[in-house]
């Protein structure tokens, strides 16, 4: 499905964003439970989480600035807090719980019409033409987006932008990865039935 590739190729955290294989890096309750008495190891967690806070801020706020601001301010609040951390359920899931909070006292703070706006739009180097369709499917994508009601939205940014797993989601939002795989499929399916219809 061709909206399906937009969101991955644009929101998707990027493997090689964390500079150690996969299978070589240590766990995120490990890093933590050191990060406590020794800051220097949340440095590991920082980059491991940095670039999907980044985009998850991006998303809600669509002002690269506020994202880098909420981003910085999200990263001192957590290891200010990190000693609270009990790995009961996922590093991950508590982190954008903070990340969360954060985003709606912004909100409250700010009450902005929120786009959906996308982090790379076009590669450099591209064909004028291709740089033209890319654009037309991301505004075709973002007025997409924002039909779909708050809840969606937030599935959205935190599954597409943040890179979370259903399980992780359901951890933060407080449902089962079963109602959130639900949830996520629907939105999809209509973002495609929504998509066809335009190219009809």
């Keep these: 499905m061709e909206t399906d590739t937009i969101w991955h190729r644009t929101l998707m955290p990027k493997r090689q964003e964390l500079g150690v294989p996969e299978c070589e890096q240590?766990?995120?309750d490990d890093l933590a439970r050191t990060a406590v008495s020794d800051p220097a190891q949340f440095a590991l967690l920082y980059r491991r989480y940095v670039s999907r806070v980044y985009r998850y801020y991006y998303g809600r706020v669509g002002n690269a600035g506020d994202a880098e601001d909420l981003t910085a301010q999200l990263f001192l609040e957590a290891l200010t807090a990190l000693p609270r951390y009990r790995p009961q359920g996922s590093f991950a899931a508590w982190l954008f719980?903070?990340?969360?909070?954060?985003?709606?006292d912004f909100h409250r703070k700010q009450r902005p019409i929120l786009p959906l706006e996308v982090a790379e739009v076009v590669a450099s180097?591209?064909?004028?033409l291709d740089a033209v369709i890319q654009s037309e499917r991301l505004d075709r994508l973002s007025s997409l987006y924002n039909q779909l009601d708050e809840d969606q939205q937030e599935l959205i940014r935190l599954h597409y932008a943040a890179g979370m797993t259903h399980r992780?989601?359901?951890?933060v939002l407080g449902r089962s990865e079963a109602a959130i795989a639900m949830a996520l499929h629907r939105s999809l399916q209509w973002f495609k039935k929504n998509w066809e219809v335009q190219d009809a």
């Design 26 to 28: 240590p766990a995120d």
């Design 97 to 104: 719980t903070l990340v969360r909070r954060r985003a709606i």
């Design 125 to 128: 180097g591209a064909e004028p």
């Design 168 to 171: 992780q989601v359901g951890q």
